[in-house]
């Protein structure tokens, strides 16, 4: 039972526009949420994370979007570039019920691909 | 600062025998974690050491096991080892306090034959 979803595994996007990637999540107790990327033969990249007490946050290029009513979580990347092509990991804890940042749920990953 | 590192990348491994994998996390971090990729089940939580203590495990059997020395370091086994068990093992560090990201090693690559 997957407690997180990417349900896109892919999305192709041109340089320079906005790439939207989502998440659904079904367990209520989550209250911290991170997205990572993944180069090829590379371990996951900690891009950034949003506390359920807040709604957005922002960090350059990078922005995460949570909705809790819909328990929904999306990142956007604005402008893309071909260096973002990568695979995009949803991830979820909860920090305040008894978990712990090691252990995180993560979804599948979505295959984001930024043409020049 | 150095990242995350794993030792070794690669390892080739016939069924029935033990692996010992080995991290040394970022320093000053603490907090070591231990996840399987998988193609088909993707990033899976094998367990987390703090202190040299195990504070959380997945739902793994108990032929995978881990530990955690006094200077942070870690290592996972896996032992009677099963054609499913190939997969990427990542190791992962953080300072263990609130909201503290954890940063990941480019992983061991393990295939059993």
């Known amino acids: 039972d997957q407690q997180v979803k990417q349900n896109s595994p892919s999305l192709s996007v041109q340089e320079g526009r906005i790439s939207i990637l989502n998440c659904d999540y079904t367990?209520?107790?989550?209250?911290?949420f991170l997205w990572y990327k993944k180069y090829p033969a590379e371990g996951p990249t900690f891009l950034i994370s949003?506390?359920?007490?807040?709604d957005k946050n922002e960090d350059g290029r990078f922005t995460v979007f949570l909705n809790k009513s819909a328990k929904h979580l999306s990142l956007h990347i604005v402008p893309s570039q071909p260096g973002d092509s990568a695979v995009y990991f949803c991830?979820?804890?909860?920090?305040?019920?008894?978990?712990?940042?090691?252990?995180?749920?993560f979804g599948k990953g979505t295959k984001l691909s930024v043409k020049p | 600062k150095a990242g995350v590192t794993q030792t070794p990348r690669y390892l080739i491994k016939t069924r029935g025998q033990q692996v010992t994998l080995s991290c040394s996390p970022i320093?000053?971090?603490?907090?070591v974690s231990w996840y399987q990729q998988t193609p088909g089940q993707g990033l899976q939580f094998l367990f987390e050491y703090f202190s040299e203590t195990q504070r959380n495990k997945g739902n793994f059997p108990g032929r995978f096991s881990g530990r955690q020395f006094s200077n942070s370091r870690s290592e996972m086994n896996v032992s009677t080892l099963e054609l499913g068990d190939s997969a990427l093992y990542l190791c992962?560090?953080?300072?263990?306090?609130?909201?503290?990201?954890?940063?990941f090693g480019n992983g061991t690559r393990l295939t059993v034959t």
């Open positions: 992962a560090s953080s300072l263990y306090r609130g909201n503290s990201p954890l940063h």
């Open positions: 949003i506390s359920s007490i807040k």
């Open positions: 991830a979820a804890s909860h920090l305040n019920y008894g978990g712990s940042q090691g252990n995180l749920i």
């Open positions: 320093s000053g971090h603490r907090s």
């Open positions: 367990n209520s107790m989550f209250d911290y």
